[in-house]
């Protein structure tokens, strides 16, 4: 008979509900069994708890998906203090996984694609890499790893794109908070970086006029023209945040 779940390992089990799409929250996910496995847990236990935030998440009621209802005062307690603080449940959690695993945190995300300024000191970039690499796996879990623009399914081809660029994103609330993220494939990601492409606030593709002045043809076609007007695929959860989608449209988008 196991112990009861600790502050720790239940904190552990809410970084993995934002990392993988709910629908896949089964005993045989190779993700919580690895987690299971790191904390001591059986795998159905885990999945339960993953459960128990589900029943919290208003994305999810939206949706009409019910999440499981025997849920802890401590389950409680640990979605109403870190849903929202992205920054402190990223890299806690990653924290007392590498406790368990006797490791420290310097080689997360470092096979990832992410998005890393430069002259940070050694413990800066671990921080700044932690959380990226949480950032990042919310944000395509919440896609189900599909580009929101294009339906691209290649993991290597997807980016997490920050909406309020990481240089102008405040440190508690936007940096890490996977509502300030789309799923894209590198192309459109490339371009929304560079303010060539926006989504508003009702979720649908623009495009920059001018972005044809540079190339008019049956390539930009393809490629940009046919999404322009079009709504983006929405995630099953981390809705974008409309404030940080009007932030773009009024500071990135065609202001280069």
Not at 12 to 27: D, E, G, R, T, V
Not at 69 to 82: A, C, G, M, Q, R
Not at 118 to 126: A, H, I, P, R, T
Request: hydrophobic share 35%.
């Amino acid at each position: 008979m196991h112990h009861r779940w600790t502050k720790k390992q239940t904190i552990i089990a809410f970084n993995l509900y934002c990392k993988i799409p709910f629908q896949k929250a089964s005993s045989n996910n190779p993700d919580i069994i690895r987690i299971a496995k790191i904390i001591g847990r059986s795998a159905n236990s885990v999945k339960m708890k993953i459960g128990n935030f589900g029943n919290f998440d208003p994305d999810l009621k939206k949706k009409g998906i019910v999440g499981l209802s025997n849920t802890s005062k401590l389950d409680k307690e640990v979605w109403d203090e870190f849903n929202g603080n992205w920054e402190r449940l990223a890299f806690e959690s990653e924290k007392y996984i590498a406790e368990y695993l006797n490791k420290d945190l310097t080689d997360i995300g470092r096979s990832e694609t992410l998005k890393i300024p430069e002259g940070l000191s050694k413990e800066q970039l671990v921080k700044t890499r932690v959380n990226q690499s949480f950032f990042r796996n919310s944000v395509l879990s919440a896609y189900n790893s599909t580009c929101c623009m294009t339906g691209i399914k290649i993991p290597q081809l997807l980016i997490a794109s920050h909406i309020i660029p990481w240089s102008d994103a405040d440190d508690k609330t936007e940096k890490v908070n996977p509502r300030n993220g789309l799923c894209l494939n590198s192309l459109h990601d490339k371009a929304f970086d560079r303010g060539l492409i926006t989504v508003t606030a009702d979720f649908k593709i623009k495009v920059s006029d001018r972005l044809f002045d540079i190339q008019n043809d049956e390539v930009s076609r393809i490629y940009f023209k046919e999404l322009n007007g079009r709504k983006i695929i929405l995630p099953e959860r981390f809705l974008p945040k409309k404030d940080f989608l009007e932030y773009h449209n009024q500071n990135i988008f065609e202001k280069f």
